[in-house]
């Protein structure tokens, strides 16, 4: 039966745990995804696989994460809430037992995409929860505690995988996560509650398909840069046929009664240019993460586990401040936690860029400190106010863009900075070098997008009338 809450101005006990059990669920699903990274020197050596290779542990993870978030409207209203904890729970459980047990890459890379069915369904049902069951005053507070599990779960993943390894091996990292997983779809299975009635709808393959390869082969031509380069017939194929597939997508949803991702909500131009901004925000949020464990290790030699913990200080500090940073919303507007943490993150993507040669594992910490400050701020206060533009009717198929969105732009932001790192190649100059070269790059590219996102901004508040 359909359900709403008794008292408009509070969230019952049932409701908070059943937002607590679903953001565990999320925030489990995320955190393996970049806990491999710093695995990556180890996993090349040992199953004879190059970077460009071996970052599909992250890249496949997200970009499956990044199809399964296309379907979470048709999701949310075809099966219940409780029906799509218990999938979400499965599909990670079964994924994490295949990765503990994998004998090779191919394996391994099998179990990842499986176990991506998690944060595919549980990302999405943790805001749609959040959405359902808390009152409008009290948003920015609970989506700024669904917002750090975004933020700070990518974030943790190095140093937990750091430890992981560090106290055994790498199939530690799912070993560990095996009966936290279960005791989470035990504590939430009979707090989830149902807000809305389901009813049986018709997925749309076609509409589906024709984004599917649009994703995959975007993704696999960006990942050919580095063997094959700018202007060989796999980059410019694989955006080619994206371009194709998405055009086709469009077409085909216009004259469509029921859509996919509704399209229509783009004409909003506050929720656009929030969600473009979004964006990059993720990408370079994901691949930042994935690119500083590896010139650790890489470039300054450091151990897996330091490769980690460099980055836990920052994830700390953000953990602790972003409630705050929702706060923030809810008293003062979304222009004032916003812009200053974009700048912020402005300060640190320099940083990271003026440095990138001559770059230490304390330096990298201290600067990590002030982009993953920044870039939270600005994170989830983005995506909480394009959604508060958004009618309340659109609401699930606005979050299934801005999760789809985020998804992709993870994949899409470790394939390019992956490429950038591993793009420079002379003759006589050692692998560290080239790498150290090749990351400054990919920094000065972080750089370049976070000046981007200021001009997003602009064009964000000359449209909202109101940023409360």
Known sequence: MTQVPNDPDKVSRKNLIAIFAVAIMAFLGILVETSMNVTFPTLMRTM???????????????????LLMITSAFLKQRFKNRQLFIAGASLFILGDLICALAPNFPILLLGRLIQAGCAGIA????????????????????MGLAGLILMIAPASG???????????????????????????????????NQFSPVRKVHFVWGQFSLLAVAFVSFTMGLNS?????????????????AIVMMTGYILVAKHSDQQLLKLEIFRNPVFTFSFIAYVILQFCNIGINFALPNYAQIVVGASSLFGG?????????????????????????????ILLGSSLFLVAAAGFTILGQRLSVLVI???YVVFSIG????????????????????????????????Q??????????????????????????????GSQLAFGLILTLSILNFGLYAIVFHYQKTDK
């Open 48 to 66: 004879h696989v190059s970077l460009s290779t071996v970052q599909w542990i992250t890249t496949g993870y997200l970009l499956m994460v990044a």
């Open 123 to 142: 990302i999405p049902l943790m805001f749609n929860v959040v959405l359902e069951s808390v009152p409008r005053s009290r948003l920015g507070f609970y």
């Open 158 to 192: 190095p140093t937990f995988g750091g430890i992981m390894a560090s106290l055994g091996n790498w199939r530690l990292i799912f070993w560990s996560t095996l009966p936290v997983e279960a005791l989470i779809l035990l504590l939430g299975v009979g707090a989830i």
């Open 225 to 241: 840069l580095t063997s094959a380069g700018w202007l060989s017939w796999q980059f410019m194929g694989g955006i080619l046929l």
């Open 309 to 337: 913990l460099m980055l836990l200080p920052g994830s700390l500090v953000t953990a602790i401040l972003q409630p705050w940073f929702g706060h923030l919303l809810d008293e003062h507007g979304a222009r004032l936690p």
């Open 365 to 367: 910490a201290i600067l």
């Open 375 to 406: 870039r939270s701020m600005a994170f989830g206060n983005t995506m909480t106010n394009g959604l508060k533009e958004v009618d309340f009717s659109q609401r699930a198929d606005a979050n299934a863009i801005y999760n789809t969105g985020q």
């Open 408 to 437: 992709f732009a993870g994949s899409v932001g470790t394939t390019i900075l992956a490429s950038l790192m591993s793009s420079v190649k002379v003759s006589g100059m050692s692998y560290a070098h080239e790498t150290a070269l």
